[in-house]
């Protein structure tokens, strides 16, 4: 079975610092880790992802994520926050060995970014 | 513009009542989801589907029924909508690959009384 965990509800950064959302997952096989943010009243939509490689990813709006086999965990990260940041953001794996193609979600952790 | 488009964005039912939230994708993705989304809970799965003609359940599929009749319609259905039903509903779909993303619908904000 395929899990993620979101362990912060919410995490508060003043803008301009650097922001850090963190996720910890678990596969049986390999994992394929996803970012989604969701803005107020909106669907969720694709940040970045990791699949294979190098484990800093970079994606949209200058997020990136760093992958940890050893730690089981794909942190989100942006050197610095801007306020127009501040949404929900939610971690998703799919795992690979397993061939299950349905992504599972975490609960997700709403940032806020204070001017 | 290529996605998902989901109807109605909103609806307040009736207890009792019967109810069909639309999902239409233009993108010939093979598979489709329905998630509901609820405050300290994330998205949950109600039923997938993987390709035209089958369905499956999710980890919360009680009281919801879906068809795939086509690759792009994937309806919704509540046979009769209880108060617990309340929630914001996501269909999305994607590709089967695994290392492929998720796309959303804008959502269905449900409300039952």
């Not at chain 2, 488009?5 to 989801?33: E, F, K, V």
Request: hydrophobic share 35%; with cysteine; glycine share 10%.
């Amino acid at each position: 079975a395929q899990s993620v965990a979101q362990p912060e509800d919410q995490v508060n950064v003043a803008e301009g610092n650097p922001l850090t959302v963190k996720c910890t997952y678990s596969v049986s096989g390999n994992p394929y880790l996803f970012w989604y943010v969701q803005y107020p009243n909106r669907g969720l939509q694709f940040l970045l992802k990791y699949i294979t490689g190098d484990n800093l990813v970079k994606g949209s709006y200058g997020f990136e994520a760093e992958f940890n086999k050893s730690q089981t965990s794909f942190h989100l990260k942006k050197p610095s926050a801007l306020v127009s940041d501040s949404a929900l953001y939610f971690c998703a794996v799919r795992d690979g060995a397993g061939g299950s193609y349905i992504p599972t979600f975490g609960r997700g952790t709403s940032l806020i970014v204070h001017p | 513009i290529a996605g998902i488009t989901q109807a109605p964005t909103s609806q307040i039912l009736a207890a009792g009542r019967r109810m069909t939230l639309r999902c239409t994708q233009d993108m010939r993705h093979n598979a489709m989801y329905w998630y509901r989304q609820d405050l300290g809970l994330g998205l949950r799965l109600i039923h997938y589907s993987n390709t035209a003609g089958t369905t499956g359940k999710g980890e919360v599929p009680d009281g919801y029924s879906v068809s795939r009749a086509n690759t792009d319609d994937f309806p919704l259905t509540l046979a009769s909508a209880v108060p617990s039903q309340t929630s914001v509903y996501f269909c999305a779909s994607s590709t089967t690959g695994v290392g492929t993303e998720a796309f959303f619908g804008q959502g269905t904000r449900l409300t039952v009384v």
